[in-house]
């Protein structure tokens, strides 16, 4: 992979993290648009970076929601702002534990798997349809409520499979306010992703023989576009994703899946 590919990889990551339009499934089709034959590893290893950067990006557009949850964790007052930190980290456990036991597994839908790309998009679009015809959206999001999303999010690991369309769309049919959902949603994949790359500097370290081919300037270059377009879009999308229809999004994650799906026929 070169710089213009991390670039455009950068500025797809960027965008399309917080539309509920499956981000790592963008990055996969523009791997394989650009006909970069990259490995479940190496593949699986930029995507992270990406989402690391994004994940930056949000820290600093939510910072005074973040200064919350932390002073909430250490003062351990039962107040809203630790009720709220316990919230989000209940919502972590789901996708935690799927991504610590069955790492290997998750990493083998990455990497080139086009039409498995295409089928999740569909399933987005019509979770984004359904979930566009919910009523009485007007609750909190309580301890139980965090559980179920942080369940969406887990699934959401996969490849095509939109983290903030399922996490806003499983809020949204469980009653919870748009704004409300939007906002949980865009904190609860921040502690995820600081644990995922802490984890793999982790195994860098101790296996740095395995890395040797990584081309770091590569990825730090798709790092910094992916946080620089990501605090951009990050206040336009938070807007766009609390008026907007969600059925726009599915029509487009629709469109893309079919268009995903029937080009696995013809690029070779």
Not at 90 to 116: K, R
Not at 175 to 195: Q, T
Not at 220 to 235: D, E, N, P, R
Request: proline letters at 2%; a negative charge; glycine letters at 8%.
């Amino acid at each position: 992979m070169g710089i213009l590919e991390a670039i455009i990889l950068g500025i797809v990551q960027g965008l399309t993290e917080f539309l509920p339009v499956s981000s790592s499934g963008h990055i996969e089709l523009a791997n394989y648009l650009m006909n970069e034959n990259l490995d479940q590893d190496e593949s699986l290893l930029m995507t992270t970076v990406l989402h690391f950067a994004t994940a930056t990006s949000t820290i600093i557009i939510f910072r005074k929601e973040v200064g919350e949850i932390l002073k909430g964790l250490l003062k351990f007052k039962w107040n809203d702002e630790l009720k709220f930190s316990l919230k989000i980290i209940v919502s972590m456990v789901p996708a935690a534990l799927v991504g610590v036991l069955l790492e290997d597994e998750i990493a083998s839908f990455f990497g080139g798997q086009i039409v498995f790309v295409g089928f999740m998009l569909l399933l987005t679009g019509a979770l984004l349809f359904l979930a566009d015809r919910a009523k009485n959206t007007s609750k909190d999001v309580g301890f139980l409520n965090a559980f179920w999303i942080g369940v969406s999010q887990m699934i959401a690991i996969l490849p095509g499979i939109s983290r903030s369309g399922a996490t806003i769309s499983t809020s949204v049919l469980l009653g919870i306010d748009r704004e409300r959902a939007a906002r949980f949603s865009f904190l609860m994949v921040v502690p995820l992703i600081f644990g995922k790359m802490a984890k793999d500097i982790l195994e860098i370290l101790q296996n740095p023989n395995q890395y040797l081919d990584t081309d770091y300037t590569v990825l730090g270059v798709g790092f910094i576009f992916s946080f620089v377009t990501g605090l951009f879009a990050c206040t336009w999308m938070i807007s766009l994703v609390k008026k907007a229809k969600l059925s726009y999004f599915a029509i487009y994650c629709l469109i893309v899946g079919i268009i995903a799906i029937s080009s696995s026929f013809f690029i070779q």
